[in-house]
T-cell receptor, first 112, second 110 residues
Framework: LAKTTQPISMDSYEGQEVNITCSHN???????ITWYQQFPSQGPRFIIQ???TKVTNEVASLFIPADRKSSTLSLPRVSLSDTAVYYCLVGDQGGSNYKLTFGKGTLLTVNP | DADVTQTPRNRITKTGKRIMLECSQTKGHDRMYWYRQDPGLGLRLIYY???????NKGEISDGYSVSRQAQAKFSLSLESAIPNQTALYFC?????????FGSGTRLTVV
């Protein structure tokens, strides 16, 4: 399974754009990149998933360069409620042995 | 109703007791997973199942067992609970395009 590396913590202020970068140098051809958000004492929640280039939904954008060895989750105009842990994961979702390995994630703290 | 329901939400048990955590889902997904989370750590995979007849060990399966009673039900058992199994336990399902997690079971072994 591809290993991911992301910052342990980040601080931001309300209204700012936040970019969290994840490196996954050993990503495999069939791997997708998925980001989850977790609030204290709750299960992680799917945010966004992508394979290459850029993906955008109503919550975030995901930027993936051509070599796919890293990805950046972009949260536009964060609010206090975006304070959470964000996990970057890679995996072959269509594979017969699909399972995800969670690292420690990035604790994003949004300040007023 | 939640897509993935875990029961109980909280449980305190004594060392040496057998305890079962239950998970049921309405997503219709074949794949189900049990994870454990300790304070300040990420989630670690205990067991996973890709269909009713399929059970696989994760990275920390020692001391745990599972049963996949039906497509919608996947239970986790601690045969003889010990204090270092105190943790937050999450069940998840997947159709291969992402996970849906339950709200978790907070287990304390005293």
């Amino acid at each position: 399974l591809a290993k991911t590396t992301q910052p342990i913590s980040m601080d931001s202020y309300e209204g700012q754009e936040v970019n969290i970068t994840c490196s996954h140098n050993n990503i495999a051809t069939n791997d997708y990149i998925t980001w989850y958000q977790q609030f204290p004492s709750q299960g992680p929640r799917f945010i966004i998933q992508g394979y290459k280039t850029k993906v955008t939904n109503e919550v975030a954008s995901l930027f993936i360069p051509a070599d796919r060895k890293s990805s950046t989750l972009s949260l536009p105009r964060v609010s206090l409620s975006d304070t959470a842990v964000y996990y970057c994961l890679v995996g072959d979702q269509g594979g017969s042995n699909y399972k995800l390995t969670f690292g420690k994630g990035t604790l994003l703290t949004v300040n007023p | 109703d939640a897509d993935v329901t875990q029961t109980p939400r909280n449980r305190i048990t004594k060392t040496g007791k057998r305890i079962m955590l239950e998970c049921s889902q309405t997503k219709g997904h074949d794949r189900m997973y049990w994870y454990r989370q300790d304070p300040g750590l990420g989630l670690r995979l205990i067991y996973y199942s890709f269909d009713v007849k399929d059970i696989n060990k994760g990275e920390i399966s020692d001391g745990y067992s599972v049963s996949r009673q039906a497509q919608a039900k996947f239970s986790l058992s601690l045969e003889s609970a010990i204090p270092n199994q105190t943790a937050l336990y999450f069940c998840a399902t997947s159709d291969g395009s992402g996970y849906t997690f339950g709200s978790g079971t907070r287990l304390t072994v005293v």
